[in-house]
């Protein structure tokens, strides 16, 4: 897929591109349970996110589910998402989507409750549930830009 962005990045750095530098290219790898989906820009040669993802049938639990070596895991900053507690701007809110208020008819399950993941975790084979892990790795090796470029994305 081949995205254009040039209206999604801050003024500062739109300024400094040419136009065509503003087009973002995805590639995907789906090998389920596992995924990597890389985006990079042609013109910015020295740029790239990374996501990979590992899917399992558990809480969230796992530790190092990348096998991570040691000093990748000092940099690694774990966010936890809870679909329940989790906060939605009212903009964004959809009564038809909150897990807290959804019963599905066909499956018979819903709604969550507040603390849905501690009944999955005390009450096992019982509740069915998944976890999706991310990594993402973002690279922007230029000098005196590459912090400010890292921490925005």
Not at 37 to 64: L, M
Request: glycine share 4%.
């Amino acid at each position: 897929k081949v995205y254009h962005i040039g209206m999604h990045i801050p003024s500062w750095f739109r300024s400094i591109l040419p136009k065509a530098a503003l087009r973002v290219e995805e590639e995907s790898w789906n090998a389920y349970p596992y995924t990597r989906t890389r985006y990079t820009c042609p013109f910015v040669e020295k740029f790239s996110i990374d996501i990979e993802t590992h899917y399992q049938s558990d809480s969230g639990d796992q530790a190092n589910v990348f096998n991570l070596s040691p000093a990748e895991k000092r940099q690694l900053v774990l966010d936890p998402i809870d679909i329940v507690k989790d906060v939605i701007p009212t903009h964004e809110y959809k009564a038809e989507e909150d897990p807290k208020l959804f019963k599905s008819f066909k499956t018979k399950r819903g709604p969550l409750s507040e603390d849905w993941i501690e009944e999955c975790k005390n009450n096992p084979g019982k509740f069915p549930i998944m976890c999706a892990y991310k990594l993402c790795k973002v690279e922007f090796r230029y000098w005196g830009m590459q912090s400010k470029i890292e921490r925005f994305i």
